[in-house]
């Protein structure tokens, strides 16, 4: 029909399963696990029915076919065979966390062992629609990783013993987790989300981020008054409301109206951050 249609498989690993009864019940010879020496290939055949398709007959048509398929590992261990068979497989991983489904953060993938093999194949598209997309990209999950480094050390000594360019890190990291990567099926502005909605609200975390570490560095070697993160939130309160406040721009409104509002967010931040320096000097 030329559609691009979306299966979802769940799950394979009760597939998997009911595999091995057959082939236990068959006599055949078991593999790891007692799985049958052929599942890598059986779901290899499965998954590699996905991908553009050219539809016979006419008119000429083209669709699509994407396979999600849930894996559910005992225990959550991932040297499970159908898992690892799985992830040699597939070209996406999102790897959902218990923890982040406990704290109401949906979807509740996990940002920091999900992947996709497919960043290289769609760089081209990327620097078509907005050449800034990968650096800005690669900078956010630098953020969230360091997070994760530095979660360990505030549970040792607080929040307060840190540098400020590490405040700063947690705080933009925060940003992107509850203001970004989290989402709402149930509302009109956040039941999806177009790419250049996406981009621009991570351009402006991650400007903020850069900014705010430059007016740091730059406040430590000045004479005057010192540039804290306390005081950027204090003095850019409402520049950081509207930075929280992106989500909820509704893509009904259009694009170019919605790339206005997030132009012009961009710049105010930009003009706040060079008062901020000049008032402090």
Known sequence: MGYNVSM??????????ALREISGR?????????YPAYLAARLA?????????????????????????AVSPPGGDFSDPVTSATLSIVQVFWG????????????????????????GALESFYEKFD???????????EVLQREDDLNEIVQLVGK???????????????????DYLAQNAFTPYDKFCPFYKSVWMMRNIIHFCNLANQAVERGAGMDGQKITYA?????????????????????????????????????????????LDDETR
């Open 231 to 275: 005081l950027i939130k204090h003095r850019l309160g409402d520049l950081f409301y509207r930075l929280v406040s992106q989500k909820f721009e509704d893509p009904a409104e259009g694009e170019e109206a919605l790339v206005a509002k997030f132009k012009k967010l961009h710049e105010d931040l930009t003009s706040g951050f060079r008062n």
């Open 131 to 141: 050449p800034d997309f990968i650096d800005i990209r690669t900078k956010a999950r």
């Open 160 to 178: 307060d013993a840190l540098a400020e360019t590490d405040k700063i890190t947690l705080e933009t990291a925060k940003l992107l987790r509850e």
């Open 26 to 34: 068959l006599a055949e010879m078991p593999a790891d696990s007692g």
């Open 8 to 17: 979802m498989a769940d799950s394979t690993s009760r597939w998997a399963e």
């Open 45 to 69: 055949s499965f998954y590699e029915r996905a991908g553009k398709v050219k539809c016979l007959g006419g008119p000429e048509r083209t669709g699509s076919v994407t396979i999600v398929g």
């Open 96 to 119: 959902l966390d218990k923890k982040l489904a406990q704290r109401k953060h949906f979807p509740s993938v996990n940002w920091l062992i999900s992947y996709s093999k497919y960043s």
